[in-house]
């Protein structure tokens, strides 16, 4: 067999397969075409019910003294005796005796002073009898008018009650001066710093120690002006008592526990801060070291504490999860015909957990939870029914 005849057998094979692969294509079935249903997402939603809810104003301070001050000494001398109480930390009682100065050179102060308290007694004495004296011989002698000071010895007299009257000012000095070698404490308080002991000596001014008022303590607490709004601050105006203030909540953690302690906002500052544009109100806890019956450890000062102040009550507001916001001002509604919706609403507090919402809803409308970041209005939507319906947790109490 010739080349020809090769080439020519190959080219028939070819055209015949094509031709059968053709055939093949343009005889088979076409696939059906099926409708995919669109994609309904599944959303978790909360019936709008109004209620009312108490505002808690969130804030933290440092515990601070009422009232503090630096005990000092008023005499000179030697320190001769000290209180077991005036340590770093002690607790002491108004009137306690805290410390006593050598009173020897004062005790002869006293006597000295008395001594010329009765000579100057003595003088007065003699000159009152030198007066009368003096006016009988004025009135035996017969001269018409009325006598001169002089003649009568009046400014004798005068000098005599002056003299007396500097001596007894002297010997009350000397009996305060060594009724000041004892130091007491002026108030029950607690000993932040002693700065003297046994044996050193004084001088007037030298300051014994640093002591603070145990009755009472106090907190500074920042506050926005938005969140003043909530409160009924006690500010107060001249001539007019000061308003009790809101209850307070302070927590803090002592010994790895978190204790608890309950006082009251008693005054407010009179500016506000300049950098931060806060207001600055004051709590006060009474009794802070006193021993709780369920063992509440005592708020001492310096401790940080974090701070609730109760607010107003807001009434048939609506009270959301913050994360359902949108941008702080929306929400996405489910309509009874399953589709969303997006609704301006008013929000009139807000904090980490929670919205309370005053317009923009209506009772029983469904709230959507579900995040949905390509969500138009319109779409679809299908509800989450579980066993256990989901509700909005509620912090604030009337």
């Known amino acids: 067999m010739n080349a020809f005849v090769k080439t020519l057998l190959a080219v028939m094979v070819l055209g015949g397969s094509a031709a059968i692969g053709l055939n093949l294509l343009t005889t088979a079935p076409r696939p059906e075409k099926k409708k995919i249903p669109p994609m309904v997402p599944v959303v978790e939603v909360i019936q709008a019910q109004p209620t009312h809810y108490r505002i808690q104003v969130p804030s933290q301070g440092s515990v601070t003294p009422r009232t503090r001050i630096t005990l000092a000494a008023q005499v000179a001398g030697v320190v001769m005796e000290i209180d077991p109480s005036l340590r770093n930390g002690g607790f002491f009682d108004q009137g306690q005796t805290l410390a006593r ?9 006293v006597t000295i002073a008395a001594a010329e308290v009765a000579k100057a007694r003595l003088s007065l004495s003699e000159a009152r009898a030198q007066a009368d004296q003096a006016r009988r011989d004025w009135k035996k002698s017969g001269l018409d008018g009325t006598p001169g000071d002089l003649a009568v010895h009046r400014p004798q007299l005068e000098q005599a009650q002056a003299l007396l009257a500097a001596a007894r000012a002297r010997l009350n000095q000397a009996r305060v001066d060594q009724e000041r070698t004892r130091i007491q404490a002026p108030f029950a308080g607690r000993v932040l710093e002693k700065m003297v002991d046994v044996g ?15 009755d009472s303590v106090e907190v500074r607490l920042p506050i926005t002006d938005t969140h003043a709004a909530f409160l009924r601050l006690p500010e107060s105006y001249p001539g007019e008592t000061t308003p009790e203030g809101p209850p307070v909540t302070l927590k803090g953690v002592v010994g790895g526990r978190m204790q608890q302690w309950q006082g009251r906002i008693v005054r407010t500052e009179g500016t506000l801060d300049t950098r931060t544009r806060q207001l600055w109100v004051i709590a006060q806890i009474d009794a802070p070291y006193a021993r709780a019956a369920e063992g509440r450890a005592p708020l001492k000062v310096g401790q940080h504490v974090e701070a609730t102040i109760k607010g107003s009550i807001l009434k048939n507001v609506f009270v959301i999860p913050r994360h359902a916001l949108l941008e702080d001002q929306h929400l996405r509604i489910v309509t009874e015909t399953m589709e969303l919706m997006t609704r301006a609403v008013q929000v009139a507090w807000m904090d980490r957990e929670q919205a309370v919402l005053t317009a923009g809803l209506r009772t029983g409308e469904s709230i959507c939870l579900t995040p949905l970041p390509y969500a138009i209005d319109g779409m679809k939507v299908r509800i989450h029914r579980p066993e256990t319906p989901v509700t909005a947790t509620r912090r604030g109490r009337p």
Do not use: M, N, P
Request: net charge negative; charged share 15%.
């Open 101 to 109: 100065i050598d009173g020897v050179d004062y005790e002869h102060a």
């Open 200 to 214: 050193q000596f004084v001088s007037r001014g030298t300051v014994i120690a640093s002591i603070y008022a145990v």
